[in-house]
């Protein structure tokens, strides 16, 4: 198959799958609504269990660690912050939506997830030392944990091959796994993550950071600074869970945000090793 023809039949594989709970664009026109407070938003919140559920573990988890339990829905709101809550809601319901409450057969959800959580941490924190506008740095969080969705989509729908790729391009390693996807499926998970988030109508300053988060160029048009930190992050989270240290030196010069500094990225790195179980913690309250 040409790249068309694979790009045509992962379009028709996507429209497969189940679209967002409804609950989700009355909630994000709820958030963006300047009259709207945290009983508003609670209210809409509360027509979707499933919702209601995962947000009060995760105010309750130790990723918080808020010193008494909440209960109500309108205080972990409040708690959690409406910026939050958007990041919540589109992630986890994009998350249901692809997974359907189903197994992952190629790899660990654990480990896929706890290392988007990292990623969505390290863009974050590496955000708060360069001049972000608040617009910008309520979407990081979202990035960085829907930027390996597109891995999801080839464990359903391409799962031989996508199984192939990773013995390529991890167990055997013998290429970066991004290149395996390339060889084998003729697109990586990236492009595939920004397909599917594009079906979805989610906006480019989203969709498009995951599209070319491993591609060697990004198009003038595209936010380069958003992309690069997504890319930063990335390679920062996976150097990590290897036995190799970071060599942060190497990452800035490899990505040229010249805000950040390398004991920027230290300190970063530091508070980011205080917070894994933080951040383990989180991921079973969304599970």
Do not use: C
Request: proline content about 4%.
């Amino acid at each position: 198959m040409n790249r068309d023809e694979i790009k045509a039949r992962i379009y028709s594989k996507i429209d497969e799958l189940p679209t967002l709970p409804l609950v989700l664009p009355k909630l994000l026109r709820t958030l963006e609504n300047r009259n709207s407070n945290v009983r508003t938003v609670a209210d809409v919140i509360s027509n979707d269990p499933a919702l209601t559920s995962k947000l009060l573990k995760v105010a309750n988890s130790a990723y918080y660690g808020f010193p008494s339990e909440i209960t109500s829905l309108q205080r972990a709101v409040a708690l959690l912050g409406f910026n939050m809550v958007r990041s919540l809601a589109l992630s986890m319901s994009v998350i249901d939506s692809i997974t359907g409450g189903g197994k992952l057969r190629s790899f660990s959800e654990e480990d896929l997830w706890v290392h988007s959580l990292v990623v969505a941490t390290l863009m974050q924190e590496i955000s708060q030392k360069t001049v972000n506008s608040e617009e910008e740095y309520e979407h990081l969080f979202v990035i960085g944990l829907l930027h390996d969705i597109g891995k999801i989509v080839f464990d359903l729908f391409f799962n031989d091959l996508f199984r192939k790729a990773i013995y390529e391009g991890t167990e055997n390693a013998r290429k970066p796994l991004f290149i395996a996807e390339r060889d084998l499926i003729g697109m990586d998970h990236g492009e595939v993550g920004g397909m599917l988030l594009k079906r979805w109508k989610f906006p480019p300053v989203i969709s498009e950071p995951i599209l070319y988060h491993h591609q060697d160029q990004i198009p003038e048009d595209i936010d380069w600074k958003t992309t690069s930190l997504l890319k930063l992050s990335d390679s920062i989270a996976l150097k990590t869970e290897s036995t190799e240290a970071p060599s942060l030196g190497e990452f800035l010069d490899r990505f040229s945000i010249s805000e950040i500094k390398e004991e920027d990225l230290r300190d970063v790195l530091n508070r980011l090793n205080d917070s894994k179980a933080k951040i383990f913690a989180f991921h079973r309250a969304m599970a």
